[in-house]
């Protein structure tokens, strides 16, 4: 049973609010786009870049799913973010939005994918990208992804996004939101809808019944 702090939560997101933080030891407030961006889930609905395409195909990163939640979220709030200006600012996640959406994985409805990079003598496995989410019915709302390229994790997020995109589609889900625009999400083809356009398709989506896969291996999901 959700404690009463997730149960709003969720209910924030039912009606197409999400919370950020102003700063990394911010404080946080609910927003609701006037435009909201998706990635369609429809046949073609995700654009992959070529050069993705050709580094998916041949990465050696290996993908796991809600095997690092705490890891990948925490690693999403220690990366710079630049606005629509071009400017780096603070992440928007901070403490309470960690330790919530921690519970709120635990509680079954927020989930991550993850990019392992394997040091070939050892064999130990280092986490090197990855993103995470909020899982409500059909609906899955992508709050953030971090790459580590320094660590061997070029393109990580990007290809983890790919696999979010066909599993949602195996699952039966049928909304993926991104939020907000922003250059870097206009390349995968994203879609910006109006409020109220986004409230009745986020109504319909949250009345689906889509399961999450346990955790383990995304099985490559498209990237042949």
């Known amino acids: 049973m959700l404690s ?5 939560l969720l209910a924030a997101y039912a009606q197409g609010l999400f919370p950020m933080a102003d700063s990394r030891h911010g404080e946080v407030s609910f927003y609701r786009a006037t435009r909201r961006s998706i ?3 429809a046949d073609g609905g995700l654009i992959i870049p070529r050069s993705l395409r050709a580094a998916a ?9 809600d095997t690092a939640f705490a890891q990948v979220i925490s690693a999403c709030a220690d990366t710079p973010r630049q606005d629509n200006l071009g400017t ?5 996640i901070n403490d309470w939005i960690i330790d919530t959406y921690t519970r709120l994985h635990h509680a079954g409805h927020a989930h991550s994918i993850e990019a392992w990079a394997t040091d070939a003598a050892t064999g130990r496995r ?5 993103l995470y989410g909020v899982h409500l019915g059909g609906a899955f709302f992508g709050e953030s992804m971090f790459s580590r390229p320094d660590l061997g994790g070029t393109n990580a997020s990007k290809i983890a996004l790919v696999h979010l995109w066909h599993l949602l589609r195996s699952r039966g889900f049928a909304l993926l939101d991104t ?11 994203i879609v910006e809808v109006t409020h109220a356009k986004f409230a009745k398709m986020l109504a319909s989506a949250t009345t689906k019944d889509a399961d999450w896969p346990a955790p383990g291996d ?7």
């Open 179 to 189: 939020q907000l625009a922003n250059e870097h999400m206009r390349q995968f083809g």
């Open 57 to 65: 195909r041949k990465t050696p990163l290996t993908f796991t799913t």
């Open 4 to 8: 009463p702090d997730l149960h709003a």
């Open 218 to 224: 995304t099985m490559g999901h498209g990237l042949a």
């Open 39 to 41: 990635i369609p889930l």
């Open 126 to 130: 280092t986490l090197v990208g990855g």
């Open 88 to 92: 780096t600012r603070e992440t928007w």
